[in-house]
């Protein structure tokens, strides 16, 4: 009975293919075994994801509403007919799927309630055509080849059912050739020799035909064309591939209003003229019927593409509204198109202005490069290969030959690309970047993607600069968080070095870079030096000094102004030297100065941003860093020289305090020196009487004792005169006197009895002409160095030597190069353990010293620095640790216009 019913809605078992998708637990499945019972030819797919990529040979789909409301359902709309079944009755076809062919029915009862009606979803056809050959009853022709034709919606299937009715109308074999708005073209034959010419070849041999053939020419005049025999004829394309073969063709042209298409429909004979007028008006009906036919399936690929590229659209807008992460966002359309179109690989390039060239930014790659990760390239230039081109024409470019194209780079992908379509991403009239599309099949593009593509293109437009400017926002509240962070970590510290290295690691990680440092003025030096550095290779760079005004940093803290250098090659500027020095490499700059209250205090620069170049935007983020770094710089600065002179004072204190206590003593050893003087004299006295009294009779021991009580006591005395000079406050005042000999005096001074069992003395004094000195300011100089020189040497394992030498040089005159002047050079040299480098720029300042509390002031090298300054004279030291140590006295000879000037020494 059930078999009967069938038999009589239409629906045959065998030849209706059915194809279910859904899950084994479902009502659908439950349909599927009924249908399976009843012997149809059905398919359940339990994987929706791979019915997606790609449905069996189907003639009625159903399936359940949820899986319809998949934007990738789009890719069903091929199939004849689409039964949707859902349990809410209130439920809606998605907008892709509101098709004709298309039907929304909900879940039956039972399958027996829906089997039988599954008939009445399919359009009305007929699978075979049994009209005999030679068929001469018109109505009867027109009404089979009506039937035959009706229902096929596939292009490519109608094309082979219409070649199939040669032999219907006494033809050997039929062409059709059909151009779709001026641009897609079908062409199909069943003549000997051109059976082959499918897909891109046929495409191409159409176009040949187009343009010299008769096809063309029946196109271009809009009428119908007879030829007894084309061997005859020019109008006719012959193949050189083949054999001159006698034929009588019949060509009528083809208008499709409704999808604007043209075309030839040719039937052909082997017998010349076998073809005459008397067989158009039949043909002219038959073609009616065939131009409808084709006018449907036009119309039903064209919706199906709208259908698919709304369902495209629906994607790409879901995404570019719910994804804001512009990579996520661009990586889920590319995906999503290539997925709809099946082209071999779709790339996103974004424009970026700073270095005028678009670059990769999202990729969808094809199955060849997943395994050999090949790519495209990362980056054009303006008109560089043809998405370059389409950058700068902002134009859509379309190339289906790409052999054909000069303006095609080739990248290193092992797969043949053959096809390219590359759409512009506008908005208004900014570039936004372009949309690459390649395929490994000629002739893959047609103006059905280049319209949905472009359409897709104006919603990504919107949605990159929607992400855009949530990333921006993103990041600028990233960066004044961290700007506030980094403000309160640089502030929380008043010691100088630790406040400049917070700044410098703080800034690598605010900048992302590869090295940063700080530059700061020296005013004293004029020059700035590399306070602190952070990143690969800091340590080297440390410490360096450049002079004011050069180099990048040092032009930016004289200018006051920010740069920028994308390629420190090309700079003047650049010290290559830093690289050398610290093996680190440069490859560009970005530096800003560093102010606070009006005043440049040095600068911040950083090297080589990891991603992308440095632009404006880094500049004003730098720049707002540096503001309150320069403000916790200066206050570290102020804080370290308050402590410094807070510790300077209380130095100075302590030094005024012992100066004080050797005053006193000073007074105390002047009287003490007094009352030794008195007792002194007694005794040379009274020695000198009894050695010369002739009235006492002296044996030569006693006498001999007793000269040598006379000889110390008055070598004792002689000393305590020498103390009471040198400690007289006499008023400064030079005269002419002869400089060997206030060594000598100091000499005497310093050099005692006990001196000379220790230290072995070694003089070398030249002849010098008298000089005009204060006395007893050069003789204080000269004890103090000795002094120094003989402390230096005590509980020295080396032998001790002390080395005084005077001789007469000739010095340059400041300002006048071609004159000399006579000087007098005194060195002082000991043998000690020498001073420390760390030492040697503060042995003249007062209060420095490097002998133990108690031992000495700080305040003999300054005093002897100041005076011999004030003698228009140099005193300077040189010294290396273990190798003693050399003091150098230079003082100008002035003759005061002494008539003997043998000594002066002029040019």
């Keep these: 009975m059930g078999q009967q019913q069938d038999r009589k809605i239409g629906l045959t078992k065998r030849s209706t293919r059915i194809t279910l998708i859904g899950s084994k637990q479902g009502k659908l499945y439950t349909l599927y075994s009924a249908l399976e019972q009843r012997g149809y030819h059905s398919r359940f797919l339990f994987n929706d994801s791979d019915a997606f990529l790609g449905l069996p040979p189907t003639d009625i789909l159903i399936i359940d509403i949820t899986v319809a409301h998949q934007p990738r359902s789009s890719q069903f709309v091929r199939v004849p007919a689409i039964l949707v079944l859902a349990e809410n009755a209130n439920a809606q076809l998605p907008p892709w799927l509101q098709l004709q062919h298309v039907f929304l029915r909900p879940y039956p009862e039972t399958p027996e309630d829906l089997i039988p009606r599954l008939a009445s979803f399919l359009p009305e056809q007929s699978h075979t055509f049994n009209l005999p050959t030679h068929n001469t009853e018109h109505l009867a022709l027109l009404f089979g080849i009506t039937q035959y034709l009706s229902g096929h919606l596939d292009i490519r299937d109608l094309f082979e059912r219409i070649l199939d009715l040669a032999p219907y109308l006494n033809a050997e074999f039929s062409a059709l050739l059909l151009v779709e708005q001026n641009e897609t073209i079908y062409y199909r034959s069943n003549q000997p020799g051109r059976q ?115 369902a495209l659209i629906n994607e790409v807008s879901q995404a570019a509204t719910s994804i804001l992460n512009l990579d996520v966002m661009l990586r889920t359309v590319v995906q999503a198109i290539r997925r709809s179109f099946a082209f071999y690989r779709v790339t996103v390039y974004l424009f970026n202005a700073a270095t005028n060239r678009v670059e990769l930014h999202a990729q969808s790659p094809g199955d060849r490069m997943k395994t050999d990760g090949s790519s495209p390239p990362k980056s054009f230039g303006l008109r560089e290969g043809l998405v370059g081109w389409t950058t700068a024409t902002k134009r859509t470019v379309l190339v289906n030959d790409v052999t054909r194209d000069s303006r095609y780079i080739p990248d290193e992908d092992p797969v043949e690309i053959r096809s390219k379509l590359c759409i512009p991403i506008v908005m208004g009239t900014k570039i936004i970047g372009v949309l690459d599309l390649q395929s490994t099949q000629l002739e893959a593009f047609e103006r059905y993607h280049v319209s949905a593509l472009e359409t897709l293109a104006d919603q990504l437009a919107i949605a990159i600069e929607n992400a855009r400017l949530y990333d921006t926002i993103n990041r600028h509240v990233d960066e004044l968080t961290s700007l506030n962070q980094i403000s309160q970590a640089i502030n929380a510290s008043l010691d100088l070095q630790e406040t400049l290295t917070v700044i410098t690691d703080q800034t690598i990680r605010l900048m992302n870079v590869a090295a940063a440092s700080v530059v700061l ?283 005084v030498t005077t001789q007469l040089e000739s010095q340059p005159v400041p300002g006048h190069p071609n004159k000399t002047a006579a000087v007098m050079v005194c060195k002082i040299k000991d043998t000690g353990p020498g001073i420390n480098p760390e030492h040697l720029d503060n042995i003249f300042d007062p209060f420095f010293t490097t002998k133990e509390v108690g031992e000495g002031t700080g305040l003999g090298l300054s005093i002897s620095y100041g005076i011999v300054e004030q003698h228009n004279g140099t005193i300077s030291v040189e010294s290396q640790p273990g190798q003693g140590a050399t003091f150098t006295v230079t003082l100008p000879i002035d003759t005061q216009n002494d008539d003997d000037d043998r000594f002066a020494l002029r040019k």
Aim: aromatic letters at 6%; one cysteine or more.
């Design 196 to 310: 082959e010419l499918t897909g891109t070849t046929g495409r191409q041999f159409a176009r040949r035909l187009i343009k010299n053939g008769l096809e063309g020419w029946v196109m271009r005049h809009q009428q119908t064309a007879i030829v007894a025999d084309v061997l005859q004829d020019s109008r006719w394309l012959k193949a050189s591939y083949l054999p001159d073969v006698s034929y009588s063709v019949l060509a009528m042209p083809v208008q499709l209003e409704r999808v604007e298409a043209q075309g030839v429909f040719l039937l052909g004979h082997s017998r010349p003229g076998f073809f005459s007028a008397d067989d158009i008006p039949l043909l002219d009906d038959v073609l009616a019927q065939i131009c409808r036919a084709l006018e449907n399936a036009l119309l039903f690929k064209n919706q199906s593409q709208r259908s698919v590229q709304l």
């Design 521 to 803: 003025h020296d005013e004293q030096r004029n020059d700035v030096w590399f306070a602190a550095a952070s990143g690969e290779g800091a340590e080297a760079v440390i410490g360096r000094r450049i002079p004011y005004g050069q180099g990048i940093a040092g032009w930016v803290t004289e200018s006051g102004s920010p740069v920028i250098v994308p390629d420190v090659s090309t700079d003047k500027r650049f010290f290559a030297d830093m690289d050398r020095t610290s093996g680190f490499t440069t490859r560009s700059i970005m530096c800003v100065p560093l102010q606070t209250r009006g005043h440049t205090i040095g600068a911040i620069e950083v090297m080589n941003k990891r991603v992308g170049t440095f632009n404006q935007d880094d500049v004003s983020l730098l720049q707002a860093f540096a503001a309150p770094a320069a403000t916790a710089i200066e206050n570290a600065q102020l804080y370290q020289e308050k402590t410094q002179t807070i510790a300077r004072l209380a130095d100075t204190q302590r030094q005024l305090i012992q100066t004080a206590k050797l005053a006193a003593v000073g007074e105390l050893a002047a009287g003490v020196a007094h009352e030794i003087n008195n007792p002194l004299t007694s005794i040379i006295g009274l020695t000198s009487l009894v050695l010369e009294s002739p009235n006492v009779k002296l044996d030569e021991v006693a006498r001999t004792d007793l000269n040598v009580v006379s000889t110390e006591a008055g070598r004792a005395r002689d000393i305590v005169r020498r103390l009471l000079n040198f400690a007289r406050a006499d008023a400064p005042k030079r005269q002419k006197v002869d400089f060997n000999q206030l060594v000598e005096e100091a000499i005497l001074l310093v050099y005692t009895k006990s001196v000379s069992y220790q230290i072995e003395l070694k003089k070398s004094l030249s002849q010098l002409p008298e000089m005009y000195l204060d006395v007893n300011q050069i003789k204080q100089v000269l004890v103090n160095l000795l002094n120094n020189a003989v402390y230096a040497m005590q509980d020295n394992p080396k032998p001790a030597i002390l080395t």
